[in-house]
């Protein structure tokens, strides 16, 4: 069965770190880009970050960019998310995705298999 995990979420003061794990199962991993997305409450989901299959090729968006860091160890089947100074309006409940090809690593819908979401809560 296709499996991606994501984990290490908590609740964590502002300005504080906190790193996200993403562990697959059930697929061959570097065939596939993985992102980074989030859904706060009462917000549609947004995209937060996404890396290539193998080249390590990044992309962020603006509000997670200087901050937040995506990387993956293909040996290990498992995409990171070090996230620093977070803020409150980081809340949300981040999910971790897989995609095919590298140009559709900004389009959602474009994304075969998700994972169950872990939280972050950044108090203030």
């Known amino acids: 069965d296709v499996q991606l995990?994501?984990?290490g979420g908590g609740l964590v003061q502002a300005g504080g770190s906190l790193r996200l794990s993403c562990g697959a199962s059930g697929f061959t991993f570097d065939n596939y880009a993985i992102g980074w997305v989030r859904q706060a409450p009462g917000k549609e989901r947004e995209g937060v970050a996404c890396i290539s299959k193998t080249d390590?090729?990044?992309?962020?968006?603006?509000?997670?960019e200087g901050r937040f860091t995506i990387s993956r160890d293909n040996v290990k089947n498992?995409?990171?998310?070090?996230?620093?100074?977070?803020?409150?309006?980081d809340t949300a409940v981040y999910y971790c995705?897989?995609?095919?090809?590298?140009?559709?690593?900004?389009?959602?819908?474009?994304y075969l298999?998700?994972?169950?979401?872990?939280?972050?809560?950044?108090s203030s």
């Open 97 to 110: 995705g897989a995609v095919g090809a590298w140009r559709y690593s900004k389009v959602q819908e474009k």
């Open 113 to 122: 298999y998700w994972g169950q979401g872990t939280l972050v809560t950044v």
């Open 56 to 64: 390590g090729s990044t992309s962020y968006r603006d509000f997670a």
């Open 5 to 7: 995990q994501a984990s």
């Open 78 to 89: 498992t995409v990171y998310l070090q996230m620093n100074s977070l803020k409150p309006e």
